[in-house]
């Protein structure tokens, strides 16, 4: 997967005209998240289900290597074989290698964020293996050649005319129909057939239980389960933060994790796997590979404020819930995950200098932090990421601001501790700032602030400003007796 | 008599100075008795946002000198309190002197409408307003420092107005200081849904409790609405009416 972060405004420009995904997106605050709220309420106390849950995720981040060798240990009793990747590319050699040596002609795919992190697909598909997204909306993102829109929408975006389009093409469709049902069908037919042959299955994992070794896999089209129970080789991959405690942690968070994602009590199928087919049982897979994959994370894990974004359980709420996601949509974002969870990880992932719009392209208006149920204060840590970046930190890959913006800061910051300064500063900048005013009202500054300018006004500088206000009239009064 | 330190944010005290005279009227209408350091400045909000911490940890010390006797701290502005009580803390948690200053000048600072309800213990001020009030819950306001019920409370005190509610009241306006003019195309969007919202309220004013977002509504509905207006809290309170 092409990494496009640095293409941020580009892309964004170009989204938010786009009307058929606004319609969409326009959708998300209110009636997502409404649901959301909704489903929250079956919990006998909301508020405390959610502090239980980010409780969880901050002793699971917190216990981490300790938890990871509790699973290997777990999971390879359970006869699961684990494998340890330090990043993308020992990954993607992993599921090649497998591969390989069992001639596997073609895999087919659960929906899964961290291949899209590995760019796992492009990968097989060079090495002459053929992929097959099974996953609705992502099978849609894949024939289209484009990332995904939205984490559990991921073609969402996409006008049924086109997926016609699509399908007639590339999923042996007969009849042109923009009926989603016969649409769905139509899929079905071409992936079913996919799935009756197939060797080698590929998902990803919601969960990594440490107490039992137990990998969880949480859909609503059955498609995971087909990958896993199909194959005579699975192979799992999850990055590092996956893993959680104990099955009650893990039942918890899947009570969570539905509500959060989809506004659903539980998704229509969950499905648990303990090491692959035992012999007294009658399906599920002869082996099982548990790819574990580090991809930068442990760079980071020694820093405690960065580290929390590992919080993040991918449930896709904070995306729900932004202000500028519904906007702007899933592609400005530039790679595999989007909206403020992007915004957390991707920086960490890939570095600061490029993905300089993703952490500062955001109000810090908190609404993801209220529903987040990893705990992660997204706010804090994009103002965390300024600070490296303007630091010039070389661990963040900080590339630092421009000069004239340190010089301004610095000079600003004088003024604000010199009282004296500050004021003397009030009377120099007043007449530079309204002569551009017309009635008290400033509609455009030339080429300063001209974002603002655009489409807003702003009020001339007072006449007298509070300050001077006070001198005249305040500080003569008689203090009361 | 109750003595209150006026916290007046750089944008009141420049652009928006009605809004520190109606907060002063109010507070001497009810007795109490408003002082202010003429040697205030700004609490370095905006270079906390930029990343410039070590510039912003300068304007917390000069907050804290300034304003660290008071007994009492109250300000017009949501994310100003937010500012001083949330983020010296943590800009200066590496200095324990300059730290157990910050935390303890944390619970002396008060947002206005927090101050009048939860200190004072007032719901009516004595204001009058005659038409339709709608209220913006400012991100800092409500996320920030968890105050909602208190402006409320006011706002039904006020002798001949009518309160609706608005849409998606809790939403963010887009202003997010230099997040308005850096990624005016996403902030336009947002400004715009917050005005079609206020104008399908059918108020005759939205109110709030934060100067960023008024300079932001206000900014938008002069330009594309200008029979509309938002009118901070403080002047309402007032019964004065005037927008800043």
Redesign the interface.
Known sequence: MKIKTEQFNEVAKKEIKNEYARAFLGLLPPVISMMRKQVMASFPDPDAALAYGQAIRAEAVTRLPELLEEFEKNACAQGAQILWARDAKEANDMVLAIAKERNITYVTKGKSMVTEEMGLNDVLIREGIETYETDLGEFIAQQLGRPPFHIVGPAINVPVEEVCDLFMKKADMKTATTDPVELGYAARLFLRDKFHHIEMGITGVNMAVAETGTIINVENEGNIRFNKASPRTQVSIMSMEKVVPTMSDAMHLLRLLCRSCTGQKISAYVSMDSGPKKADEIDGPEELFIIIIDNGRSEFYGDFTAREALRCIRCGACLNICPVYSKIGGYPYGWAYSGPMGQVLNPLLLGLDKTQDLYRACTLCGACREVCPGGIDHPSLFLYYRAKDVEGDQKFKGKRRTWKEMRFFDLWTWAVAHGWFWNLGVKWVRPALNRYARAGVIHSMGRFFEGWFKERDFPAMAKKTFHERWKEKEEKAEPPA | ?QKVSLF?PCT??????EI??AT?AVLRRLGV?PV?H?????C?Q????????D?AR??A??FIN?FGDDDVIVSPSGSCVYMVTHHYPELLSDEPGWLRRAEELSGRVYEFTQYLVDVLGVDDVGARFEGKITYHES??VL??LGISAQPKKLLAGITGAEIVPL??A???C????E??????????????EKAQHFINSGADVLTLCEPGCL??I???L???HPEKRVIHMANLLAGAGKE?
């Open positions: 008599m007046i009141v005290d420049l652009f928006l100075p520190g005279e002063v008795y202010y003429t040697e205030q400045t700004c370095g905006p270079a906390m946002n930029a990343g410039y911490r510039q300068k304007a010390k000069h300034i991100c800092q996320r920030g849409f998606a809790e939403f963010c887009g202003f997010g200081g997040f308005a003019y850096n990624y005016n195309y996403i902030s336009e969007e947002m400004v715009k300079l932001n206000n900014g938008y002069s330009r594309h800043g």
